[in-house]
C-alpha cells in the first residue's frame, strides 16, 4: 500500500504557472503514476500518465505542448509542471498509483486560474 500526498497547487492568474507535487509514502517503481483533475459536476479527467519505467508520458489533448509530468524514483515523487494556464485548467488535481490489481489517490490539490 501506498499513501500519495499532493501539494502545489494555489491561485495563479491565466498564463502563469505552477508546479505539482505527488510525495508517496514508499517506492513508486512498482506503479504507474498519474495525474487526474476534477471540476465540481464532471467526471475525473486523465492529465498524464508515465510508465514504471519513465520512458514516456502521456498526455490529454486539452493540456500537451504545456504541462509536463516526471517522476523521480530516489524521491517517490512525481510532480506535474504546468506553463501557459488557462482558467479551464481551474480543478482538483489528484495524484495516482495503480498496477493491475490496484489503485491509490491522494487527496488532491486544488488548482485555480483567474484573474
Known amino acids: 500500500q501506498v499513501q500519495l500526498v499532493e501539494s502545489g497547487g494555489g491561485l495563479v492568474q491565466p498564463g502563469g504557472s505552477l508546479r505539482l507535487s505527488c510525495a508517496a509514502s514508499?517506492?513508486?517503481?512498482?506503479?504507474?503514476m498519474s495525474w487526474y483533475r476534477q471540476v465540481p459536476g464532471k467526471q475525473r479527467e486523465l492529465v498524464a500518465t508515465?510508465?514504471?519505467?519513465?520512458?514516456?508520458?502521456d498526455y490529454a489533448d486539452s493540456v500537451k505542448g504545456r504541462f509536463t509530468m516526471s517522476r523521480d524514483g530516489a524521491k517517490n515523487t512525481v510532480y506535474l509542471q504546468m506553463h501557459s494556464l488557462k482558467p479551464e485548467d481551474t480543478a482538483v488535481y489528484y495524484c495516482?498509483?495503480?498496477?493491475?490489481?490496484?489503485?491509490?489517490w491522494g487527496q488532491g490539490t486544488h488548482v485555480t486560474v483567474s484573474s
Open positions: 495516482n498509483a495503480r498496477t493491475v490489481v490496484t489503485a491509490y
Open positions: 514508499g517506492s513508486i517503481s512498482a506503479y504507474v
Open positions: 508515465i510508465p514504471k519505467w519513465g520512458g514516456y508520458t
